[in-house]
């Protein structure tokens, strides 16, 4: 079985883009989560998404975004980048919503400059 | 406010050298969770635990869920080169979003 999928692996962006990045959760699996990683902050939630509906979200600027489609795969959306955007962005797939056992993708490596 | 405290933060050992991580919180939680991530990865599960007291094994690791559900360790017997890497642990409160804490950024030392 296929494990998360996260287009693209690399990203250099400059300030004041936007971008967006993709995950394909594993096959059956219905809920997808958005985290971002920083050598400072560590794993920081953005948000979840359950067919198709945001169920939680991180403490993070509206310009952060989401969304899910029919077939699970989710997108997110950076607008207005900041240098600060620069991160490793990670997207989770489980089951379901109570089913808290992520599988991890590996990643989007985002650059701002 | 960080739910869940990583101890210690960074760790550099010799190998055959044995280590404990810890991962500490104020709160209850239903499940623990800890994964070990590697450079230019994403985390991957290592092992979940669910009740309080629980110690489940995975070859030379050992992990520990505390009586009341709020902490945990992961010690390691004889560390090798390859476990090297950053490990993480992440609560869940029912069907509330998984709680990371820092991690812990482990290197052994051929």
């Known amino acids: 079985k296929a494990g998360v999928t996260q287009t693209p692996r690399y990203l250099i962006k400059t300030r004041g883009q936007q971008v967006t990045l993709s995950c394909s959760p594993i096959s059956g699996h219905r809920s997808v989560s958005w985290y971002q990683q920083t050598p400072g902050q560590g794993l920081q939630f953005l948000f979840e998404y359950f067919s198709e509906t945001q169920r939680n979200k991180g403490n993070f600027p509206g310009r952060f975004s989401g969304r899910q489609f029919s077939n699970s795969r989710s997108e997110m959306n950076v607008s207005t980048l900041e240098l600060g955007d620069s991160a490793l962005y990670l997207c989770a797939s489980s089951l379901g919503p109570a089913k808290n056992i992520q599988y991890f993708g590996a990643g989007t490596r985002l650059s701002v400059l | 406010t960080q739910l869940l405290e990583q101890s210690p933060q960074f760790l550099s050992i010799q190998e055959g050298e044995n280590l404990t991580v810890y991962c500490n919180s104020s709160s209850v939680f239903s499940s623990l969770q800890w994964y070990r991530q590697e450079p230019g990865e994403g985390p991957v599960l290592l092992v979940t635990?669910?009740?309080?007291?629980e110690v489940k094994k995975l070859k030379r690791l050992t992990f520990q869920f505390g009586d009341a559900r709020k902490d945990s360790s992961l010690h390691i017997t004889a560390a090798q080169t390859g476990d090297t890497g950053l490990y993480l642990c992440?609560?869940?409160?029912?069907?509330?979003?998984?709680?990371f804490g820092q991690g812990t950024r482990l290197t052994i030392n051929p």
């Open positions: 635990v669910v009740t309080g007291g």
């Open positions: 992440a609560g869940s409160q029912g069907a509330q979003k998984l709680v």
